[in-house]
């Protein structure tokens, strides 16, 4: 009898901590999308895990950023055990979404908690040129960003600036010294980018900056 009632006790207690973390998780990430710090924090305190997924398969440091929830999102990158570096599926990480996002403070907070300027294939650089958000760019080439970083398909930074950024992200670029000649897959180079969608103004700035750089003739 009495084994039966303990084997009772325990399932009763698996069966509510399982509840428990059910309504957990779906209180997690309405917090998140509803801004929500003290609930979220009170969930944090309880110990509920920071990093664990949504459906879709985004993190909740990645979801604060993209809403935005500016208010969740500084509990998530003040929590010790949150992963600032955790990819999703298609291998963003928390800092290519600020970068996307133009935000320069989260972008500061994200990377003094160590997450990674630097990574293969896509990364936070070729997010912002693509925006055109100069004081995000500023500060990932200060941290040492490869300025010529290739994504899985070749392209750069530069290249993604010539086609969606602003004028002032190519020159930039430009001017910190972005290789001009890389070609992507396709065999296009930053101009060819500027080109295919008619932007002449960054043709000329690219094509202006290819004839500086080549060596003059000696007479």
Known sequence: MKVQRRSFCLSLALWTAVTAHAGSYEDFFAAIKQDDASGLTALLRRGFDPNTRAPDGQ??????????????FQVLVDWPKTEVESLN????????MAALGGRLDWCRKLIARGAAVNKTGWAPLHYAATKGHLDVMRLLLEE?????????????????AARYGSLDA????LDEGADLMMKNDQKMTAIDFANSVQRADVAELIGKTVRQRQPRGKW
Do not use: C, W
Request: glycine content about 4%; aromatic content about 4%.
């Open 170 to 173: 190519v020159k930039l670029l």
């Open 144 to 160: 040492h960003a490869f300025i010529d970083a290739e994504s899985p398909n070749r392209t750069t930074p530069l290249m993604m």
């Open 59 to 72: 993190h909740g440091l990645y979801l604060a950023i993209r809403e935005p929830s500016p208010r969740a």
């Open 89 to 96: 599926d298609a291998g963003e990480s928390p800092l290519m």
